[in-house]
Each structure stands twice: as C-alpha cells, then as structure tokens.
C-alpha cells in the first residue's frame, strides 16, 4: 500500500485529490496538510511514500517546504503539483529536490499514475518543464532575455525584423491590430530594449533567427 501525504491549502481541491486516491486498491493518504509548515510536519512525523506538495501556500511554498523535509529526510519522495509553470516555481522546487512537477490540469488518473512512477523512483515532469531544464542547460544555467518571450512573440519579433509594420503583422498571423501592439510592447519590455529598431538588433545579435 502506496502511503500518501497530501499538502494543498484549498478545501475543495485536497478533499478530491485524496478521496480519488484513497479509493485506489493501492493508495492510502494518511495525512493531510493545509500549508507548507504543517507539509513538514506531517511529512516527517508519518514518512509517507509518497508526499503530493502544492506550490503556492501559507507560510512555507512548496519549494521551501520540501527543501526543509530533504534536510532532515533526503530520501523523501515528493511530487510537485501546481498550477504554475513559471521560472520563479520551476526551477526553485527542482532545485529543493522534488522529483516529480506535474499540471493540476492533469486528470485523477494521470495523478495516481504519477505517484505510483514516483514511488518507483522515476522522475515525472511536464513536457514544459523539460524544456525549461534543457533551455538552461543549453545556456550553461543563465538566463537569457529572450527566454521570456512567448511562442507568438517569438512570431512577432521574427516579423519585425522582416521589417513588417504591425497591421502587416496582424494580417499575418489573423491577429488583431491591438494584440500586436501589446505583443510588441510586451517584446521591448522583456527583452529590456527602447524601441523596435533595438529588438531588432538584439534579435540578430543573439542569432534568433536564421
């Protein structure tokens, strides 16, 4: 029997994800946790197999919570679940130690699948993240600035510097005129430039595009 600590602070989602779990022949949760200090204690009073973290709660985040049960327990076995696929939650949980980072949008059976893979010891990540991993391994762990940008504005940057203007642009990729303006501004923003003359310059300095 796969022995189970749920940590989430919402009522709704951790009554569901544990009576799923608990209905499985092979699942037990036998402890809940509503924040990241009670994910502590509960993790290193009970040493369940398996220990489901949600990222973002009171007191203590997911990262910082499982950072704190490896110190006194390495060998714990904790699997991220969250709703977030930012930087700033990726790569801090990664780094804590957790094994697994799995989507909320994940169905049930995803889930207990997952835990069962962890368990075993494999490491379950979404697609995205492996990605995230790769792109910073690739940049020997520093960021760039263009990592922020979205898949569209890598589209729209690709655009502008083939000199297109933005009604061009939004013919292009059926857009409206005011999405491409926010793409733009959102595109000077992250990429720390003034203008599209400087985006354009950063884009070939930095080899974006062939």
């Known amino acids: 029997m796969i022995k189970i600590v749920v940590a989430d602070d919402h009522e709704m989602v951790r009554i569901g994800v544990c009576a799923y779990l608990n209905a499985q022949p092979d699942m037990e949760v036998i402890a809940e946790a ?34 704190e049960i490896l110190q006194t327990w390495p060998t714990a076995r904790i699997m991220m679940v969250t709703s977030f696929l930012d930087d700033d939650k990726v790569y801090p949980a990664l780094e804590a130690g957790v094994i ?40 020997g762990a520093t960021p760039l600035l263009h990592d922020q940008l979205t898949e569209r504005e890598y589209e729209v940057l690709q655009l502008l510097c083939k000199g297109r203007t933005n009604q061009e642009i ?11 303006k926010t793409h733009v501004s959102n595109i000077l923003s992250k990429l720390d430039v003034q203008d599209r003359t400087q985006a354009v310059v950063y884009a070939f300095s930095n080899k974006l595009f062939n």
């Open 34 to 67: 509503t924040n990241g200090r009670e994910a502590v204690t509960a993790a290193l009073t009970h040493r369940p197999d398996c220990i489901l973290m949600d990222y973002v709660m009171p007191e203590l985040n997911g990262a910082e919570a499982a950072s």
């Open 170 to 180: 939004a013919d292009e990729l059926f857009i409206a005129l005011k999405t491409v």
């Open 100 to 139: 697994s980072y799995i989507l909320k949008t994940s169905n049930a059976k995803q889930i207990a699948e997952a835990i069962r893979q962890t368990v075993n010891g494999q490491s379950v990540v979404e697609p995205e993240v492996t990605q995230k991993i790769m792109q910073r391994m690739r940049q």
